[in-house]
């Protein structure tokens, strides 16, 4: 009887853990499924992409390859996001935003160097954009993006 | 052994017995031989056999070497930039053709209709289909657009036939070099499934009826080859299969001898038994050989496809198709743009085979035999157009790849060579080069380099580097290297000017006689170039007007190893020397390398080492590397702001103020020359474009010139044709934070107003303005009027 109590004892914890498990499981699951649903972007501060906003005084052809190139970024293509960005200085050098967009592509690409190099390339032609100089600044400092989000 | 008696005795029976004995010995000694003759036939045989075994063995791994690895060495290709094209774009009509000639494009006067076609209505609106093209960052299909250009400029782009706006669209960039194996051999490679069927129905029925009933040899072929050979009383005929024609191509010498013979057929055989009919048609297509372009050799059917009729063989129509299966034969004899008739009836003749085989019905027949044969503008796209700029491109490769691989991996090499400015940089150095040769009696046997680079990304867009552009030789804009002259000072006021605190564009210079001993015990005194001293001169005016005693005194003051290092900031990598004569530029550098400094003042302190290539595919169009724009922040962007201030004020009443009146634009820049004018150099910039120049002569002699009378002449000149095409954005006078600008007297250095005479306005360092009050005379009312206006 005792045996058999323990055996029950036994197979009731057992039942318990695998309820347990279950839940677990369904738990890690629907963590997952969240994840999926979050944008690209939302979870990781290093993956967002600042807005091309209408206020800046961009021309057409830029706002396009600036488009290109964060969808590129989003893609986790570093690289093609970086020759499109490269494309809009060689028709036009002097807007900061391609810059500092170069500036978090190097950063994703964990080359912080070059990160600061084009935050400060950034910097040297911004013109009245103090958000972007704040962000340019912030990686200059220290090499995040994170608290200007 | 014993003889055997040749005479017969009478026989008893002794005798009978002995001979007997005799025959029987007889007997065995023939079959000892027979055995012997057997024994040694038969080793003779296993060495026959292990020989020929070996032969083939060997012959078996020579083909499966080649066959299973690079089978051909395929060119690189350089490509110039692709013309960006974009509503407001810098861009005149002419450059747009010059842009579409050098890409092969067909000007037509309908409608394009096919890729590579254009027309112009009102000599404004362009109409053009574009290529398929594959680029670093994936393929651009074919695409119909239409842009008209305004006042040289691009002030509209939309869809061919529709109001469907185009934001941006890159053309396909001008192929402009080939890097050849030593064979000299070019080819586009085509897989067998993208062949047309009817290229390879006219190929069997022209070259190999039985190609998929044979062995690699047909004897029928042969005997049907000697008949016709024999009847015809001379050859007609070719008993060689496509198998046989391959390995004569692949592995073998094209002598005619006994023993090549026999080898092709052994190899025949054994490229059949392991490889595949599909395998050795698809490399027979490739392979063939169907024509010449200057030294460049045209392989395969699709390379002849676009040499021939500038299109891919699967657009090809079926008589064009008839043309090149017929080229086999004989490219040269039959060589279509030489010899029109003969092609004619060539082709004709391979039609008619189309025919027999059932490929073609007789009114199509009747239809084709009677067409033109079609051919394209011979395309130039294997000639290396600029020596020095493919030598660079070359150059920088090689860190990356060996000169093996640069000669036979196909790859694709894109660049940020710009014709249109190339072509402007030649005619520049050639138009200006005779002009100082005819106006200075001193200067004669000239030689020179331009370099033009992007400002910002340091790309090199043209470089010349030889008074005659397309001479390929001495590259002078790398390996010829100068004194530079003046041209160090701007690295030695800036290293100055870097501390503010102790030095300003205010600051006073003595100009006055300078002694120095130097480290040989001999005195140095070195001279300004108009030989007399001004006493003190204010630190921005000796830069301006390139006083060398004021300079050499700061430079001691300043230390000749700091001057160095802020050389190697700027972007120098050669070692500097560090004697007292460096301050005037006594030592030598290329003009690639006083490039890759003023680039770092154009781009306001950023170095970023000067480069050709932006990306390399492979010969399958796969990305295999990019040379990403890396950036360096080198130097402080207000002290190098307080030396552009004066680089640019050179160019206003310095030592270039002949371009005050010569450009529009803004530019900045600075003159050098050597002693006994040996040297004339000419570096300036403006926000988008940076141009070196040299002038001088390879025997070192004197040019009697100045930097001024030689190489500013020839950078004004290109400036000005780029200033013509609207191709020129001004340099940026617009100062950084952190600097003030404040009237000084003009002679003193102290604090000063607008109003006084003497008066100039100067940028300084937030914090290092002069503090010290000047006496003011007021300025005349003619000099107030001016600064008002100015």
């Known amino acids: 009887m005792q045996v058999s109590r323990n055996h029950r004892t036994d197979k009731t914890f057992f039942q318990l853990g695998l309820i347990y498990k279950i839940a677990a499981l369904l738990v890690l699951l629907l963590w997952l499924g969240g994840c999926t649903q979050t944008r690209p972007g939302e979870a990781d501060p290093a993956n967002r992409v600042l807005p091309v906003e209408d206020s800046y005084d961009l021309p057409d052809v830029i706002k396009t390859l600036i488009n290109q190139s964060d969808e590129q970024y989003l893609n986790q293509n570093l690289a093609g996001s970086l020759a499109t960005l490269e494309r809009a200085i060689r028709i036009n050098p002097r807007h900061g935003e391609v810059w500092s967009r170069m500036a978090q592509v190097y950063l994703k690409l964990g080359n912080l160097e070059q990160a600061k190099q084009h935050a400060k390339r950034s910097n040297s032609v911004l013109k009245n954009n103090p958000q972007l100089k704040a962000f340019n600044d912030r990686i200059i400092a220290t090499g995040s993006v994170e608290s200007v989000h | 052994m014993t003889k055997p008696k040749n005479k017969p005795r009478k026989s008893t029976p002794r005798k009978k017995k002995s001979q007997k004995k005799k025959a029987k010995q007889s007997k065995i000694h023939s079959g000892l031989r027979g055995y012997l003759f057997n024994r040694y036939a038969f080793y003779g045989v296993i060495l026959i056999t292990l020989f020929l075994a070996s032969y083939l063995f060997y012959l078996n791994i020579k083909i499966t070497d080649k066959m299973s690895g690079r089978i051909w060495s395929l060119p690189s ?70 842009l008209s250009i305004y006042k040289n400029k691009l002030s509209a782009l939309h869809k061919l036939y529709s109001d469907e706006t185009i934001p941006l669209f890159r053309l396909e960039p001008v192929k402009i070099a080939g890097i050849y194996p030593a064979t000299q051999q070019e080819r586009q490679l085509i897989k067998l499934d993208e062949v047309p069927d009817d290229l390879v129905l006219a190929l069997l029925a022209v070259e190999d009826r039985r190609f998929y009933q044979h062995w690699g040899i047909d004897p029928r072929s042969i005997i049907r080859a000697m008949l016709a050979n024999v009847m015809a009383g001379g050859t007609v005929q070719g008993g060689s299969t496509l198998t046989q024609q391959l390995v004569k191509n692949l592995f073998l010498s094209p002598e005619r001898t006994l023993t ?41 059917f699709e390379l002849a496809s676009q040499y021939y009729f500038a299109k891919p063989l699967k657009k090809l129509r ?46 199509q027949l009747n239809k084709y035999t009677a067409l033109d044969l079609g051919l394209a503008n011979k395309p130039r ?23 093996e691989d640069l000669r036979s991996s196909g790859l694709k090499v894109f660049t940020s060579i710009d014709p249109l400015i190339q072509s402007q940089a030649q005619a520049s150095v050639k138009r200006v080069i005779t002009r100082l040769e005819s106006a200075n009696p001193k200067a004669e046997n000239l030689q020179t380099s331009l370099i033009v680079a992007s400002s910002q990304q340091g790309e090199i867009q043209a470089m010349v580097s030889d008074r005659q552009p397309d001479f390929s030789g001495f590259n002078r804009s790398l390996d010829a290297v100068r004194q530079i002259g003046s041209l160090i000072k701007p690295a030695i006021f800036l290293t100055a000017l870097q501390q503010p605190q102790k030095y300003t564009l205010a600051s006073t210079l003595e ?45 001691l003051e300043l230390g000749l190893s700091d001057i160095s290092d802020t050389l190697q900031n700027l972007g120098v990598t050669r070692k500097i020397p560090t004697y007292p004569s460096m301050t005037l530029g006594a030592f030598s550098l290329s003009p690639f390398d006083v490039a890759n400094m003023y680039q770092t003042f154009a781009a306001n302190g950023f170095n970023v080492p000067l480069k050709v290539i932006r990306e390399v595919l492979n010969k399958d169009g796969q990305p295999l590397k990019r040379y990403p724009l890396k950036s360096n922040k080198a130097i402080d962007e207000k002290a190098i702001y307080l030396v552009n201030h004066v680089l640019h004020q050179i160019t206003q009443t310095g030592t270039a103020k002949s371009l005050a009146n010569k450009l529009s634009q803004a530019v900045a820049g600075k003159t050098g020359t050597t002693d006994d004018l040996r040297d004339s150099w000419f570096a300036g910039f403006t926000d988008d474009q940076l141009a070196v120049v040299w002038i001088g002569r390879d025997d070192n002699a004197s040019t009697g010139l100045t930097g001024a009378s030689g190489a500013l002449q020839l950078w004004t000149d290109f400036f000005q044709h780029l200033e013509k095409t609207g191709d020129l954005h001004s340099f940026s006078l617009e100062p950084p934070g952190g600097i003030n600008n404040v009237w000084i007297d003009g002679e003193s250095g102290g604090l000063s107003e607008k109003k006084c005479l003497g008066a100039v306005e100067l940028p300084f360092i937030q914090g290092s303005e002069p503090t010290e009050k000047a006496a003011c005379k007021s300025a005349g009312i003619i000099e107030q009027i001016k600064r008002f206006f100015n």
């Open chain 2, 318 to 363: 079926r008589d064009q198709m008839a043309l090149l299966v017929g080229l086999v034969k004989g490219p040269s004899w039959y060589a279509p743009r030489r010899h029109k008739q003969r092609a004619v009836e060539r082709r004709n003749q391979v039609l008619k085979l189309m025919l027999e085989r059932g490929a073609l019905t007789q009114a």
């Open chain 2, 77 to 146: 290709h350089v490509y110039a930039r692709p013309l960006e094209l974009y509503q407001g774009k810098h861009l005149t009509v002419k450059q747009l053709k010059l842009e579409l000639k050098q890409l092969d494009y067909l000007r037509v006067s309908n409608r394009p209709t096919k890729p590579g076609q254009y027309r112009i209505l009102n000599e404004s609106h362009f109409e053009l289909i574009t290529r398929n093209f594959t680029f670093w960052d994936g393929k651009q299909k074919s695409q119909g657009i239409r």
């Open chain 2, 260 to 300: 090549r013979k026999i080898n092709e057929a052994l190899m025949a055989l054994l490229l059949e038994i392991n490889y595949d009919k599909s395998v050795i048609l698809e490399t027979y297509i490739n392979e063939v050989y169907l024509g010449q372009n200057g030294a460049q050799q045209i392989h395969g």
């Open chain 2, 381 to 403: 796209f294997s000639s290396n157009r600029y020596p020095a700029l493919i030598d660079l491109v070359k150059r920088q490769l090689k860190s990356d790849y060996d000169e």
């Open chain 2, 511 to 555: 100009d006055t006689p300078l002694h120095i001993k130097t480290s040989k015990d001999v005195m140095w005194s070195p001279q300004n170039y108009d030989k007399k001293f001004s006493g003190n001169v204010l630190l921005h005016q000796a830069l301006e007007k390139s006083r060398n005693v004021p300079t050499v005194r700061l430079g």
